[in-house]
């Protein structure tokens, strides 16, 4: 046997155990709160209309939540991992076709692995850093005009998503928040999504059927890529087109 093969068989066998648990713990960056213009007037209807936000500082994932980390969660809870894309698992892609309730389940273990108030973030929490919160250039997309630099998309994307990062950032240094994969919130959807929320740190509305997906994916096309599109999917149904990332509350 030579070197190459026996480099490649102890690669293949190295458990997940032998890993420091710090390696999983998502980088999250941290947004300055403030006040900024949430909605878009030249969207969809449920985009509008344009209203004033004010929030607290948080932190959120600088990646969307990895296969490699989630996986971690799965072995150390003894959960089931979700079903396989057709593309099969990378470490390093975004972990797709998990349910609301598995995002929550995820922020929950890591309050207990690491400390600290782990969540989904709130669909405004959500636009204000995709925007570049409070060094944000007004970009149509996340962090550039130009969707090849920052984001996979319809377009681009060959059908599958890609490894997190592997696109420039936003201004704040947070990536893939478009394209990529759809992103769970924790507010529930509605077409009125300012009905009843106060102008500050707003959760939307106080129950509804459906929970907020936003950023759009690798299945979408640029034209509705901008950085305040939203869509919605039930709590019970997981996509290959989606995933999400944390918020580290302050």
């Known amino acids: 046997m030579n070197y190459l093969t026996v480099l490649l068989v102890f690669i293949h066998t190295v458990s997940f155990a032998q890993i420091p648990a710090s390696y999983y713990k998502p ?7 403030g ?3 949430m909605g878009n007037a030249n ?22 939540v990895t296969v490699g980390q989630y996986r971690r969660f799965c072995d150390v809870t003894k959960r089931k991992m979700p079903y396989i894309p057709q ?10 076709n998990v349910k609301y309730d598995d995002a929550v389940a995820y922020c929950n273990w890591l309050k207990e692995e690491y400390g600290g108030n782990w969540r989904l973030p709130t ?3 959500w636009e204000y850093a995709a925007r570049g919160g409070d060094q944000s250039k007004g970009y149509i997309y996340s962090g550039d005009n130009d969707l090849n630099n920052v984001g996979w998309f319809g377009e681009n994307s060959g059908n599958q998503p890609h490894r ?5 950032p936003n201004e704040l240094g947070i990536y893939d928040m478009t394209g990529n994969v759809w992103e769970w919130c924790s507010d529930w959807f509605g077409h009125d999504y300012y009905a009843n929320s106060p102008s500050h740190n ?6 509804a059927t459906y929970k907020v997906q936003r950023g759009a994916s690798w299945g979408y096309p640029a034209s509705k890529c901008y950085v305040t599109i939203r869509t919605f999917a039930l709590t019970s149904s997981p996509w290959s087109s989606a995933g999400f990332r944390v918020v580290l509350a302050e």
């Open 164 to 168: 997190v990062g592997s696109k420039h």
């Open 87 to 96: 593309w099969g698992w990378d470490n390093n892609h975004p972990i797709v």
């Open 35 to 37: 006040t900024f213009q």
């Open 123 to 125: 669909e405004a929490e």
């Open 202 to 207: 707003p959760t939307g509305p106080a129950s």
């Open 43 to 64: 969207g969809e209807e449920e985009e509008q209309p344009v209203h004033s936000v004010t929030l607290d500082d948080f932190s959120i994932g600088k990646y969307e």
């Open 27 to 33: 980088e999250v960056v941290f947004v300055k709160g």
